[in-house]
T-cell receptor, first 113, second 116 residues
Framework: KQEVTQIPAALSVPEGENLVLNCSFT??????LQWFRQDPGKGLTSLLL?????REQTSGRLNASLDKSSGRSTLYIAASQPGDSATYLC????????????FGSGTRLLVRP | KAGVTQTPRYLIKTRGQQVTLSCSPI?????VSWYQQTPGQGLQFLFE???????NKGNFPGRFSGRQFSNSRSEMNVSTLELGDSALYLC???????????????FGEGSRLTVL
């Protein structure tokens, strides 16, 4: 059974700080792992998809890494801005099928001006 | 390129009624999946469709059903609504090729259902 855990559950940082969000998963036989952002009352916005053959992916100030052997992924946000305030979710495919994603409970990020 | 479109965005129903939610995927995407999001349970998988076939179903009662049409648009239906069905229902599409790797999922804004 795939379980996805995210820590911390909430994070408050001053603007400009670099930060790391953590995601761990129990079943490492995954095709990929995806990071999302969710603003209050909104849907999910895809941030980064890391294929199992990759170790990291970058998009602007975001960098996500994947270590299948340890069952961990991290999302690094450089030079945080108030507009980065949102809930960040990671999701890994379920072990019985890659047709579904198992989501972590998210990290709620607040970037203070 | 239009994103995933879900309708209606908000709806209020009473217990015992039924509801149908609609999802139009990104053009060219053949895989559509549905998720339920609640404060207590987080995001939970409902079902996934590819080329009109349901390939996987989550652990939800039979009151939850769905289908996909030949143009890849999808609908989900919840019958005999209960208070606990109040949630944000999210639809996602992907450029799946029929294999096991779903690829990148793109979500719509969701349909927020309130059951009174």
């Amino acid at each position: 059974k795939q379980e996805v855990t995210q820590i911390p559950a909430a994070l408050s940082v001053p603007e400009g700080e670099n930060l790391v969000l953590n995601c761990s998963f129990t079943d490492s036989a995954i095709y990929n792992l995806q990071w999302f952002r969710q603003d209050p009352g909104k849907g999910l916005t895809s941030l980064l998809l890391i294929q199992s053959s990759q170790r990291e992916q970058t998009s602007g100030r975001l960098n996500a890494s994947l270590d299948k052997s340890s069952g961990r992924s991290t999302l690094y946000i450089a030079a945080s801005q108030p507009g980065d305030s949102a809930t960040y979710l990671c999701a890994a495919p379920g072990p019985d099928s890659s047709y579904k994603l198992i989501f972590g409970s998210g990290t709620r990020l607040l970037v203070r001006p | 390129k239009a994103g995933v479109t879900q309708t209606p965005r908000y709806l209020i129903k009473t217990r015992g009624q039924q509801v149908t939610l609609s999802c139009s995927p990104i053009s060219g995407h053949r895989s559509v999946s549905w998720y339920q999001q609640t404060p207590g349970q987080g995001l939970q998988f409902l079902f996934e469709y590819f080329s009109e076939t349901q390939r996987n179903k989550g652990n939800f009662p039979g009151r939850f059903s769905g289908r996909q049409f030949s143009n890849s648009r999808s609908e989900m239906n919840v019958s005999t609504l209960e208070l606990g069905d109040s949630a944000l229902y999210l639809c996602a599409s992907s450029l799946a090729d029929g294999g096991m790797n779903t690829g990148e999922l793109f979500f719509g804004e969701g349909s927020r259902l309130t059951v009174l």
